[in-house]
């Protein structure tokens, strides 16, 4: 299974933005990463993906790095309620599932 | 409004009592998935249908299975539950091709205890 390394958690303070990094070495030129959170109590909430160009959408933006061993999550302006956990996910092309690693929790202090 | 609903939020049985835990979706999703969630822990995948087609991963304990009668509705069962089989079960549904990379959307998930 592909493996993602992600620190185990970080912390961060309202209103500032939160770069979440994320590594994955072992990534081959098909293979999307992708980043879900999950919230207390809650299912894990898609939040982008992307295979090799930045992606914006309105929760967050992801860069990948030229080499595409390494992604960094941004949120632009964090509120509490972007306290979860968050995943990196390398999926597989073709293989049509996803593999969760182990995550980083993020803090938000107010 | 929820897309993926999975029923009842919190699940107690008995040791070795067979559990079924349901999960619909109203989002028309061709696959289907069930993660296994311990505490502390991140989702681990026990099996998915893509369509009627069911897969199972390699690791997944015969203890538990699926069913999928139709497009909305996916059943887990496990046969015989242990005090080991205590976790959050979730729900997924993904739209698209085999190996296509469409978001996941999951459900809040069902919280099993066993006594």
């Known amino acids: 299974d592909a493996k993602t390394t992600q620190p185990n958690s970080m912390e961060s303070n309202e209103e500032e933005p939160v770069h979440l990094p994320c590594n994955h070495s072992?990534?081959?030129?098909?293979?999307?990463i992708h980043w879900y959170r999950q919230l207390p109590s809650q299912g894990p909430e898609y939040v982008i993906h992307?295979?090799?160009s930045n992606v914006n959408n309105r929760m967050a933006s992801l860069a990948i790095a030229e080499d595409r061993k390494s992604s960094t999550l941004i949120l632009h302006r964090a509120t509490l309620r972007d306290a979860a956990v968050y995943y990196c996910?390398?999926?597989?092309?073709?293989?049509?599932?996803?593999?969760f690693g182990q995550g980083t929790r993020l803090t938000i202090n107010p | 409004d929820a897309m993926v609903i999975q029923n009842p939020r919190y699940q107690v049985t008995q040791f070795g009592k067979p559990v079924t835990l349901s999960c619909s979706q109203t989002?028309?999703?061709?696959?289907m998935y069930w993660y296994q969630q311990k505490s502390s822990q991140a989702p681990k995948l026990l099996f998915h249908?893509?369509?009627?087609?069911?897969?199972n991963e390699a690791d997944t304990p015969d203890n538990f299975q699926s069913r999928r009668p139709n497009t909305s509705f996916c059943f887990l069962d496990i046969r015989s539950p242990g005090l080991g089989d205590a976790a959050m079960y979730l729900c997924?549904?993904?739209?698209?091709?085999?190996?296509?990379?469409?978001?996941?959307?999951f459900g809040d998930g069902t919280r099993l205890s066993i006594l």
């Open positions: 997924a549904t993904r739209d698209g091709p085999p190996g296509g990379n469409q978001p996941q959307h």
């Open positions: 249908y893509y369509d009627k087609d069911f897969n």
């Open positions: 989002l028309n999703h061709n696959v």
């Open positions: 996910i390398h999926s597989i092309q073709g293989a049509q599932k996803l593999v």
């Open positions: 992307g295979l090799t």
């Open positions: 072992t990534i081959s030129g098909t293979d999307y």
